[in-house]
């Protein structure tokens, strides 16, 4: 049963161009991801494909200019605004993507603490500190003293004193030397087996493997795959897009060889398929109308030639 | 509502500034070709309370107030206009020179520019302003040397940021001359940063005429001042004849929010900050 | 560094003043006799300047002048006939009176309608507070000063119109009740016009701080409401707003001496004008040092704010 499912999900932007034109930017378009209770899904994407605003459109966070449609339900009932108010924090934690996100004027400890539900805030708070190896002192400094790395360990901490099943984690570990993303990707993994959800976003295609259960990748605004870990190996025959193949095919362990070409800009998005203009397997047809997402040997795909 | 105007933020902003020019021009032009012989003393209508023939009333010399207020404005705004007009130029000059001229010349105008804040702007009017004897002259120059300050931080840094973009950076690596690069780069892009700036000038200069004049010290007796008009009328504050100073007054705040609005507007049309929202 | 720039700054002033009031066409021994100039002969003139050092070369002048000045000597007004310093102290617990009644007023007043419009923004409490703020931003003091008087004194009688004390009652005579009388009409004049300021910094401030990436984590920690305010909005827009309102140091003294003027109150601006009007060289440049040091020291203020409330700067000393 899925606990978080996210479909048909648009997100676009107001503004203006040059002159006194109104345009609708749509930065995310038809997306459509479910997490399961006790799994972790890691969300990989090229930077601007539209991974932090899911997180934020899941916890209804996105600025006051964006507009949103389509549906998020949570343990298969919507996720209305006013649910939302109870469950953010409580159920449902987000682990942001960086440092700008503490209260500059607020002691870190303070912030974690109030993040906690429940219990003795000062002594979770101390206990999760630890468990990230941050010294005692840490927790009465501001966030302008804290190194990239201390600050990041900060944000975990804040989901993790919050006793949230499911925890949405932008991009949690860059920064962070080897024990510590081992200490926290493992956590993430206990988390899961408890039968609570992790939607992990990340650039990092490896460690996701390492960890995860599924991946979803993005490109432009929309998914285009969802897969098992077990899809990736090999030279990524059982992958089932163009674009998860050619990622896959350009990591340095693999054939190392880059995309050529770059991700559309929401403002002039081709008609048909987002990816056509860099795929090699693009026919006429592609450019006829966007793929609709379908079942494909146990996994999602959003391509007419998939097989 | 929405459905009977098609227009978008933007269209409408533009529409409210052009409702706001024409209601200005409106104003000046009134000042300019009214009937001069309305405000001759006519000892027959002394006194007399707001009424349909007039409007505002009249004073004590049975001149009509509403002349004599629209005439003040038309001053106050010529006076406004010139005072802005020499502020602007003055924070045109000294903007772009501390951004272009080197780090000595940015230091001593950011000096210059401190020395003119320390003293309130109001005692700096009235030493200028009895420095020069008072009257037209010495209001114009301690508008025109007063009000610069601010919109001068503004372009420099403006200009600054201009100059460390890399259209400009290419352009001087191809040996482009300093005046080419600001005509063609800087100018351009500041052009709506002094735009905005003039327009949130203008209410001040105008207030602080209004305000020396009023103290005794600005514009001659003679002219028809808002300030001169308001000053005359605490003498017959305790007699009960409220009119003297309320319309007057509530105009002139109708003239200087006007300026004001066009200002805000500009800068929401301008500024790409505000293009979300 | 920054009170070396001060000096300078200080010294510049009172050169540049000097300069400016000594080429002034009024002439300083008519305006010291005043009334009797006819009584005075050629000779008693020519006895007048000598006395007042006139006949020296101006920068000879203004270095008497400046080194009487540290000396802490500005002269002697030659309207209140009484030494500068005097007249400025004593005006200046009567300025500081009003100014400061009007300062906390209208910036406890201005925070909170700040606050309240921006929590509310985008509605009616929003758009009539912003309405007010910039109307006011546009009023003249002195018209809202003749305003007040006509409605608070001339309508309904509950105050006496001008003067800083009753007429003709002995300076020993006035009490407290009298002077806090004749205060309140003023105080109310520049309160009233003060808020605009800080209630618009503060409103845009803290939108800014709501629409903040911090603001948006904390509400997805489920935070709301009032608590989220009081944890985040409060702390990250007061510094803000109290460092404006040290900063306005110099508008609050400008506020003053056309409130002064309407209402007849016998302090600093209102003595800035008369020096001003009737030619009193001493006095006016005492009242630009004055004021001068005032706006210092409410840049300065601002400053130790910065440094004793925010983090940033406080822990990077120690
Ligand atoms: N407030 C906003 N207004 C307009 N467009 C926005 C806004 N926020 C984000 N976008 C656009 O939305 C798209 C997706 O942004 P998002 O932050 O979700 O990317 P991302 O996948 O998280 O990238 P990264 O890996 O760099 O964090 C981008 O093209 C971005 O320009
Ligand atoms: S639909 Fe066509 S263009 Fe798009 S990914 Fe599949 S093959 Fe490539
Ligand atoms: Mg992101």
Redesign the interface.
Known sequence: MSILEVENLSVS????TDG???INHKVISSLSVALEAGEILAVVGASGSGKSLLA?AI???L???ASISGSIKYKDEELTAARL?T????EL??V?Q?V???????RVGSQVR??ANGGDAVSAQRKVFERYHLGKEVENM?P??LSGGMARRTLLS?AMV?GAKVIIADEPTPGLDPVVIKEALSNFREFADNGCAVMLITHDIESALQIADKIAVFYAGTTVEIASVKDFVGKGEAIRHPYTKALWRALPQNEFIPIPGSQPHPSSLPSGCLFAPRCEMATPECEQAQPEMRELRDGMVRCIHAT | MIKKFPLNRKQRTLVKIIISIIFLVTVILGGVLLDEDKIVTNLSERNSAPSLEHLFGTDWLGRDMFTRTVMGLSLSIGVGLIGAIGSASIALLLGMAAATMGKMADRIISWVIDLFLSVPHLVTLILIAFTLGGGFKGIVIGLTLTHWPSLARVIRAEVMQIRSAEFVQVSQKMGKSRWWIAVHHILPHIVPQLLIGFMLLFPHVILHEAAVTFLGLGLSPHEPAIGIILSESMKYLSSGMWWLAFFPGLCLLIVVRTFDQIGENLRVLMDPTRNHD | MKSVRMVTLLVAICLISFLLVKNSPIDPIQAYIGADMLKVGPEQREKIAEYWGLDEPVIVQFFNWGSAVLAGDLGTSMIYRQPVIEVIGERFFNSLALMLSAWLLSGVVGFVMGVVAAMKKGTWIDRIIKWYCFTLASTPTFWMGLLVLMVFAVWLGWFPIGMGVPAGVLAEDVTLMDRIQHLILPVLTLSILGVANVALHTRQKLIDVMASDYVLFARARGEKGFVLFWRHGLRNVALPAITLQFAAFSELFGGAVLAEQVFSYPGLGQATVEAGLRGDVPLLLGLVIFSTIFVFVGNLLADLSYRVLDPRTREVRK
Do not use: C, V, W
């Not at chain 1, 932007?13 to 203006?16: E, G, I, L, P, V």
């Not at chain 1, 700008?100 to 607020?106: A, S």
């Open positions: 932007f107001k503004s203006y006194f034109k109104e934020h916890l209804g966070i600025p006051s200019n108010a469950l953010r924090g409580k934690a987000l942001p960086s700008n996100f503490l209260d500059p004027l607020m109030t993040a501001y302008f003293q804040t919050s």
